[in-house]
Nanobody, 122 residues
Framework: QVQLVESGGGLVQAGGSLRLSCVAS????????MGWFRQAPGKEREFVAA????????YYGDSVKGRFTISRDNAKNTVYLQMNTLQPEDTAVYYC???????????????WGQGTQVTVSS
């Protein structure tokens, strides 16, 4: 079992930045691929970013490429999502997820956090 806890969400003005964190506990964090997803009201869960277990391979959704960066610190059992140049359309609940393999779709991940709200005002 892996337990995931996100933090760092909040209210920010358009053009601003936030950094989300996801701390994992349980099994060996460094053996898991990690992903970030988001879900806005009335919309399906959307892929944001993913990282291989080592952090050597990263992947991004088209809507966040060039603005968001995923990184991880395996010594701290933590994955981060640095979000820059935020826009109102980035408003959503952001979730981190873990699985043995990297997936670019939500159905592939076995473990999920509870989510953290990000609201971007115009």
């Amino acid at each position: 079992q892996v337990q995931l806890v996100e933090s760092g969400g909040g209210l920010v003005q358009a053009g601003g930045s936030l950094r989300l964190s996801c701390v994992a506990s349980g099994r060996t964090f460094s053996s898991y691929a990690m992903g970030w997803f988001r879900q806005a009201p009335g919309k399906e869960r959307e892929f944001v970013a993913a990282s291989s277990w080592s952090g050597g391979n990263t992947y991004y959704g088209d809507s966040v490429k060039g603005r968001f960066t995923i990184s991880r610190d395996n010594a701290k059992n933590t994955v981060y999502l640095q979000m820059n140049t935020l826009q109102p359309e980035d408003t959503a609940v952001y979730y981190c997820a873990a699985d043995t393999y990297v997936h670019l779709f939500s159905g592939g991940y076995e473990y999920w956090g509870q989510g953290t709200q990000v609201t971007v005002s115009s």
